[in-house]
């Protein structure tokens, strides 16, 4: 008989995966995993996911988060362990793509009038100081690329490659960045309503599991999946906005409807 180990169900390869990552990579990586799992059914055999599904699944959280490619990250780690421990014959992380046009810098025309961006106090203030960190790691960029162009043979150099990738997103991070802040639009943070809203810290509980989670909600701008920050246009972000503390939300998932309970709102 096959070992539980050799062909485990969704939630035992999870388990197997955060306990063999260092403390302070699991907690990081703990929610999306359970996400993931959840999403597809704990007790699903590993062995029965299909790269459709797997494309299909990043389609969909790339439709409703602007921070999709940090928390995809996390679960193709996760897919490319599985890979290691044999329990999928391929690897399902190939599936787990970005999808193109997702990330585009938010750019205008001189004199345009761009769309204003809705944004926490702290938020703006974290944006500011990503901006000053990235605006200091151009130059480092700049200099990686003249070091790396001293090797003559442009055929095979990865490092100028990498090096020119890196002062591209660099140069359109800093684009969007400026964009938002120049559109930001202060939320009030001291709402006296009692229901969820952008800017809480929101305390779930998943009613079959009884895993308790946290999450912060913010505009897609300052989404930050290390963080628990998830945007208000996120499928969890829309079922909890609006919605008070005792109160049960769904998500609709392959796995049948996920059930949270909202334990308590943080201001």
């Known amino acids: 008989m096959v070992s539980t180990e050799e062909n485990p169900s969704l939630g ?3 388990g197997y995966f ?21 999403w597809f059914g704990r007790e699903r055999p590993f062995t029965g996911l299909t790269a459709s599904e797997i494309d299909n699944f990043a389609e969909h959280f790339s439709r409703s988060d602007t921070d999709y490619l940090s928390k995809l990250a996390l679960i193709r780690a996760f897919l490319i362990y599985a890979k290691k421990k044999r329990w999928s014959k391929t690897n399902l992380a190939t599936h787990l793509k970005a999808r193109k046009g997702k990330t585009k810098p938010i ?5 345009a009038v761009m769309e204003a961006v809705s944004i926490t106090r702290q938020g703006q203030a974290e944006l500011e100081a990503e901006l000053t960190i990235l605006q200091d790691e151009r130059y480092q960029a700049i200099d990686e690329i003249t070091r790396a162009a001293a090797d003559k043979d442009f055929r095979e150099n990865a490092p100028l ?11 359109g991070r800093i684009m969007e960045l400026e964009g938002i802040l120049k559109a ?19 305390v779930l509980c998943e009613l079959n599991s009884a895993e308790e989670m946290r999450y912060t909600l913010v505009s897609p701008k300052e989404v930050n999946v290390t963080k628990g920050k998830i945007s208000g246009a996120s499928p969890m972000g829309k079922a909890v906005i609006g919605k008070e503390q005792g109160e049960t939300v769904e998500i ?15 201001r």
């Not at 750019?107 to 004199?111: E, L, N, V």
């Not at 490659?161 to 140069?171: L, T």
């Not at 930001?184 to 929101?202: H, N, T, Y």
């Open 12 to 14: 035992e390869a999870a």
């Open 107 to 111: 750019a205008s025309a001189r004199g």
């Open 161 to 171: 490659d990498a090096a020119k990738e890196r002062r591209g997103w660099i140069e």
């Open 184 to 202: 930001a639009v202060i939320v009030d943070e001291q709402r006296a309503s009692l229901k969820v809203g952008i800017g809480d810290s929101v």
């Open 18 to 38: 955060l306990s063999d990552l260092a403390p302070e990579e699991s907690g990081v990586s703990r929610q999306e995993v359970n996400k993931f799992v959840r």
């Open 252 to 266: 609709i998932a392959p796995a049948g409807k996920l059930l949270y309970r909202i334990e308590r709102i943080e």
